[in-house]
Structure formats: structure tokens, C-alpha cells
């Protein structure tokens, strides 16, 4: 510490005298041009980092290929194998069914119950013949000659 107050006790006498050199005079807070491009540079990276709209994604879900390249063929034969027929079209598989072998009541529940397992997915349940019928998730759309194009060309149908 004395050798800091003797320091300044010499520049206030050489200053006092006239003895100081020139190189007191000048300031050393100038800063170093290389120095101001880099801040400046840096501050133009930060700005132009800040004013790019930033990157969104969109959420695309692909759709399972494997799934819906299937096309199930099952026979329930009662109310209780229906559950299969469900399980499969809430996966995606489009679902050919045939209830023709059984009594038109059970057959009568097994389709009610599969379009209603179809309508939960957005799906639907198409008569194809008599006895057979389709069911398809969402994104299958099921065209061509169906039963209700043959009800109304004259061809009447009964349920079974």
C-alpha cells in the first residue's frame, strides 16, 4: 500500500513541476478497432438470430401402412366373437365379415354391434351380399357396387 500512495504523492509532483511526459496525457480507455468489429459483428449475429422466424414442424402422423394393408376375413359365430371383429377395426383393418350361417337375430346383434365399433373409429359397415359385409376404419372408403346401390336398381334384399 505504500508503494501506491508514493505513486501517486510523485505523478501530483510531477504534474505540480511540469514533469510529466507526454504519454500521461493520453487516455488508454480507446478500444482496439479489431476489437469494434467483432462487438459489432456480434451484435449482428444476435439481431439477425433473433429476427428469424423460427423453425416450426408440423406434427404429420403417418398412418401404419401394415395395418391398413390388411384385409381381416372372419365368421363370428355369436355376439361374444364380435369382439375380435372390433378389436381388429379399431386397428386400423378394414374387416370382411360373414354372419350368414347363424340365425337372423344373432346376426341382426353382430352387425349392430360392429357398426357401432366402426362409428367409435369414425368408420363405417357396408352390406357387400347377403350375409357379408364390410367394415372399414376411417381412412378407407369403400365404393363400388354396395348393397344400397342394389336396393335401388330394383333388386330387393333381406337382411340375411
Not at 451484435?43 to 404429420?60: G, L
Not at 386400423?92 to 357401432?116: K, T, Y
Amino acid at each position: 500500500m505504500k508503494g501506491y500512495r508514493q505513486m501517486g504523492f510523485l505523478n501530483t509532483v510531477k504534474h505540480f513541476l511540469g514533469f510529466e511526459s507526454e504519454d500521461d496525457y493520453y487516455d488508454d480507455d480507446y478500444y482496439d478497432e479489431e476489437e469494434a468489429e467483432d462487438e459489432e459483428n456480434a451484435r449482428v449475429k444476435r439481431s439477425s438470430q433473433q429476427s428469424a422466424p423460427k423453425k416450426t414442424f408440423s406434427k404429420v402422423v403417418p398412418i401404419n401402412p401394415t395395418s391398413s394393408s390388411r384385409i381381416k376375413i372372419m365368421r363370428p359365430s355369436d355376439i361374444n366373437d364380435s369382439t375380435n371383429v372390433a378389436n381388429e377395426i379399431k386397428e386400423g383393418r378394414l374387416v370382411i365379415f360373414d354372419v350368414g350361417q347363424i340365425d337372423n337375430e344373432e346376426a341382426r346383434r353382430i352387425v349392430d354391434f360392429m357398426s357401432g365399433a366402426a362409428y367409435g373409429v369414425n368408420g363405417k359397415v357396408r352390406r357387400v351380399s347377403e350375409g357379408i359385409f364390410v367394415a372399414a376404419p376411417k381412412n378407407i372408403d369403400i365404393t363400388g357396387d354396395t348393397m344400397k346401390e342394389h336396393v335401388k336398381n330394383g333388386m330387393d334384399w333381406n337382411f340375411m
